[in-house]
């Protein structure tokens, strides 16, 4: 997911996204670990779509301006 697609949602959205993803990735390193995984880059996927989330909670909880707002 993009950050502009996150920014959309809500606070209480975003952090229910990030326990989804949070436990998807959880999953992924079990399949990765066991040999049954078939993406190999998923749980890479994951971490950053994780990552994207929180800095967009972390702006929020600030009361940041997105930056294209700003120009």
Same mark, same amino acid.
């Given at each position: 997911?993009e950050?502009?697609?996150?920014?959309?949602?809500?606070?209480?959205?975003? &952090? &229910?996204?990030?326990?989804?993803?949070?436990?998807?990735?959880?999953?992924?390193?079990?399949?990765?670990?066991?040999?049954?995984?078939?993406? &190999?880059? +998923?749980? !890479?996927?994951? !971490? !950053?779509?994780? +990552?994207? +989330?929180?800095?967009?909670?972390?702006?929020?909880?600030?009361?940041?301006?997105?930056?294209?707002?700003?120009?």
């Amino acid at each position: 997911m993009e950050a502009r697609e996150l920014r959309e949602l809500g606070v209480p959205e975003l &952090t &229910t996204k990030v326990t989804q993803w949070k436990e998807e990735l959880f999953r992924s390193k079990l399949k990765k670990f066991s040999g049954e995984a078939g993406d &190999t880059t +998923a749980s !890479r996927k994951l !971490r !950053r779509d994780i +990552a994207r +989330a929180l800095t967009v909670l972390n702006e929020k909880k600030v009361g940041k301006e997105s930056p294209k707002a700003e120009k």
